[in-house]
């Protein structure tokens, strides 16, 4: 490659193809992608659904919203001088700081130049014969280009149930993923939230504050921690920023969970099993992952997941300190989490979720024995009960992992529909690539470890790796790379191997693609952590690209 071509990376574009690569998606992943494939001579062109960048936070503008993940690790960590003059707000960035973010990232980096917004993919089709993707959108729009890299994201397309009588009903409707961007008022108004997970749990308690009278549909309560959030002070920042270079390390070498940052201190996951601690120790150290806030608890014990001793033992824990924290105790017991592994569904990060039970204008109403029947023009109806409602949040979670990808047509070789080859569950190569659908990519796919890793960081690894591999393509005048079926039956094996052996196939959670009506029911995570899976990605292409088939 000449130094002419990196300086124009026009000129490297495929031969006969609009552009190199095109990705999807304009969110942490997909923004990285175009970064580090540009630099290294590609010619990309990114196609965006939404009218700015941000993914999951461009659509997720709901009341509350906000990472669950601490700022200084939910963050690039590709540019030094970027995570060094960026300063976080608070410990846990709300939406608008995190588009700010990314904003500030594609401006700074001059992103906007390769990207075209209001533009939603419906098709993407490969044609063999020029071993290259042909891409369509709503509008009709084509594009062409040897690589397809999908950014599509993990908690995207919304789930919203289709109960009877909705079109019917006369006041507002929401979703959390797909909030409007004028502010809504609830002023005076009767609010109906449908869902308790991480959306419901961080709007409720703002919602609650304006609305006349709110009324929360419940069907499974969730554990909610503390997250105690808290302003990153400039001392603070400073103390951590000194040591970034060593935090970005050590948020590598952990495999499940991340790092957390009390008063600039970094605590790490504990590496011991729960037997190998006292009663009293045990104790102290969920009394400290509680303390500390958030997520932390997954860091308690290394087979906190894998362990029910441990795991009951720590949900035990959880289930007396959200006890302590309402005062009516009918409702205490209605809102505290029962019959399933804690942790194996995400946790939620709250504030003030609990104690806005305690409020007049709040009810909660138990749909799980009694499901919701569906609405009327003026509210929702359970157990022969009519609820008024002016208004109604949805707040029923997304299609999560797979519903960004299956509703788009993506055809593979002999047009092979991935939506139907995944009726029954998602198929893939390190949640990376698919047999039958060569230079496919996907960022955070299903079966990689994003989830319940970083998936910042996961995007960064995916998208270096991308851009090496296209550079040795280049080289080698491959055109052509495709997960090989073996491989592919190996990850799907060792996939599900990893996840029978924890508890989270209990959980009727979106990792278990439970929460949608008649999908499959398969683990949709890798939960073998980052450290495993890097081992096994870069072991694919270090030797030689074993695991995929290249065509020259
Ligand atoms: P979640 O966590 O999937 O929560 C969705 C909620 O909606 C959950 O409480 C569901 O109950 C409830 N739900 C879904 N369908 C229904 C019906 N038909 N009736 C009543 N209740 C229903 O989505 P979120 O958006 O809150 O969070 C997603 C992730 O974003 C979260 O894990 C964090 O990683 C950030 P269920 O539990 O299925 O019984």
């Not at 995190?98 to 990207?115: E, K, T």
């Not at 006292?278 to 014990?301: I, K, M, V």
């Not at 949900?315 to 302590?324: A, E, M, P, S, T």
């Not at 996961?458 to 080289?475: E, K, V």
Request: hydrophobic share 35%; net charge negative; proline share 5%.
């Amino acid at each position: 490659m000449s130094v002419e071509t990196l300086e124009r990376p026009e000129a490297a574009r495929a031969v006969g193809t609009d552009f190199d690569a095109i990705v999807i998606g304009a969110g942490f992943a997909g923004l990285y992608a175009l970064h580090r494939l540009r630099k290294s001579g590609h010619a990309v062109r990114l196609l965006e659904a939404g009218s700015g960048v941000g993914g999951t936070w461009y659509w997720n503008r709901y009341p509350g919203a906000r990472v669950d993940i601490e700022s200084h690790e939910y963050s690039y960590s590709f540019d030094d001088e970027l995570q060094q003059e960026w300063v976080w707000s608070e410990r846990y960035p709300a939406q608008p700081e995190l588009m700010r973010y990314l904003n500030h990232v594609a401006d700074r980096f001059d992103l906007r130049s390769d990207i075209q917004f209001n533009t939603r993919v419906t098709v993407a089709r490969h044609d063999e014969d020029r071993a290259c993707w042909l891409i369509q959108t709503a509008t009709g729009e084509r594009f062409s280009a040897r690589f397809c890299v999908m950014a599509t994201g993990l908690l995207v397309a919304p789930n919203k149930p289709e109960f009877p009588g909705l079109d019917g009903f006369k006041g507002r409707q929401f979703h959390t993923a797909q909030w409007p961007r004028e502010n809504v008022d609830f002023s005076g108004r009767r609010v109906g939230v449908i869902g308790t997970g991480s959306s419901a749990v961080q709007s409720i308690p703002l919602i609650a504050e304006q609305a006349a009278h709110l009324t929360v549909f419940q069907r499974t309560p969730a554990f909610c921690i503390p997250a105690n959030n808290r302003p990153n002070t400039s001392e603070n920042d400073q103390a951590l920023k000194a040591r970034y270079a060593e935090l970005r390390h050590i948020e590598h070498e952990i495999s499940f969970g991340g790092f957390f940052l009390t008063n600039s201190r970094i605590e790490l996951p504990t590496l011991t099993t729960y037997a190998d601690a006292t009663p009293e120790q045990r104790l102290a150290e969920f009394e400290r992952r509680y303390q500390s806030g958030g997520l932390n608890c997954y860091s308690t014990y290394s087979d906190i997941v894998t362990n029910r001793e441990a795991n009951d033992a720590l949900g035990d824990f959880v289930r007396n300190k959200i006890r302590q924290r309402i005062k009516n105790p009918e409702v205490a017991e209605k809102l505290i989490p029962r019959g399933w592994p804690i942790l194996t569904k995400r946790l939620c990060a709250d504030t003030n979720y609990y104690e806005t039970y305690d409020r007049d204008n709040v009810s909660l109403i138990d749909v799980k024995d009694t499901p919701i029947e569906g609405f009327t023009p003026d509210g929702i109806l359970v157990n022969g009960t009519e609820y008024p409602l002016d208004d109604v949040v949805f707040a029923t979670g997304f299609d999560a992992l797979t519903g960004s990808l299956t509703r788009i047509d993506i055809r593979g070789r002999g047009g092979r529909s991935l939506k139907d080859e995944w009726a029954q569950g998602p198929r893939t190569f390190l949640g990376f690539m698919v047999e039958g659908f060569p230079n496919l990519f996907m960022m955070n796919g299903p079966g990689s470890p994003g989830a319940v890793f970083q998936p910042v960081l996961l995007g960064q690894f995916q998208g270096d790796w991308l851009a090496d591999c296209f550079d040795w393509m280049r080289l080698h005048q491959r055109r052509s790379i495709e997960a090989t079926e073996a491989a592919q039956d190996e990850w799907i094996r060792h996939c599900n191997e990893v996840a029978e052996a924890t508890l989270f196939p209990e959980a009727n959670s979106w990792y278990m693609g439970a929460n949608i009506p008649g999908k499959a029911r398969v683990i949709l995570i890798y939960l073998g952590g980052f450290l495993e899976y890097r081992r096994r990605f870069n072991a694919a292409s270090d030797e030689g690209y074993a695991g995929f088939t290249l065509t020259a």
